[in-house]
């Protein structure tokens, strides 16, 4: 069976630009999470959604967003990118989302 | 609040030695931990979870073990090989579902 995966790989954008990441959960799961991770800290939490409803948020301002699909893929759009949003953008799913969790290899964002 | 605290931020060992990598948090009312390997640039591979009602778990040559009254969970690795070389990330859920993730601990295994 498939992981989870992500696309895309990599994605340059320039300050100011909107970006739309995109995560398709393991066959069967039914939540996705999305994390952040900066360089040489450890992830950072942004958003978890089972079954098409947001359950939780973590610390992040409203130029963030995401939404979830009837098939549980999901997208994570940033808006009003700045130098700071560079990142590795990790989406994680799972059975409902208080079991083990499962790791996409992430969306490389680097704004300019 | 609720943190999770990995030291140290980085390891060297030479290869075949048994060791441990340690995590605390702060609040023992936890729902589960989670081991994580991470590869540089890559996303992370689960390696253990222990759910909150049990002490360890183990998986080939890791063990994980969980002591939640004081606040602390250990990764046992066995016989490490230079493949064992990467970043292994401890997190914490807690009532809410999200995963609190310690800073790391970059280990590298030297032949």
């Known amino acids: 069976d498939a992981g989870v995966t992500q696309s895309p790989t990599h994605l340059i954008k320039t300050r100011g630009q909107q970006v739309t990441l995109r995560c398709s959960p393991i066959s069967g799961h039914k939540s996705v999470s999305w994390y952040q991770q900066v360089l040489g800290q450890g992830p950072q939490f942004i958003f978890q959604y089972y079954e098409k409803e947001e359950r939780g948020r973590g610390n992040f301002p409203d130029r963030f967003s995401a939404r979830q699909f009837p098939n549980y893929s999901s997208e994570l759009n940033v808006n009003a990118l700045l130098l700071g949003d560079s990142a590795l953008y990790l989406c994680a799913s799972s059975w409902t989302g208080q079991n083990e969790q499962f790791f996409g290899p992430g969306t490389r964002l680097t704004v300019l | 609040k609720q943190e999770v605290t990995q030291i140290p931020a980085a390891l060297s060992v030479p290869e075949g030695e048994n060791l441990v990598l340690n995590c605390s948090f702060t609040d023992s009312a936890i729902y589960n931990l989670q081991w994580f390997r991470q590869d540089p640039g890559k996303g992370l591979t689960s390696l253990l979870l222990i759910q909150s009602s049990q002490r360890e778990q183990t998986s080939g040559r890791l063990n994980a073990s969980l002591d939640k009254s004081s606040g602390r969970s250990t990764l046992y690795i066995a016989a490490s090989q230079p493949g064992d070389s990467a970043t292994y990330l401890c997190?914490?859920?807690?009532?809410?579902?999200?995963?609190?993730f310690g800073q790391g601990t970059r280990l590298t295994i030297n032949p």
């Open positions: 997190a914490v859920t807690w009532g809410a579902q999200k995963l609190v």
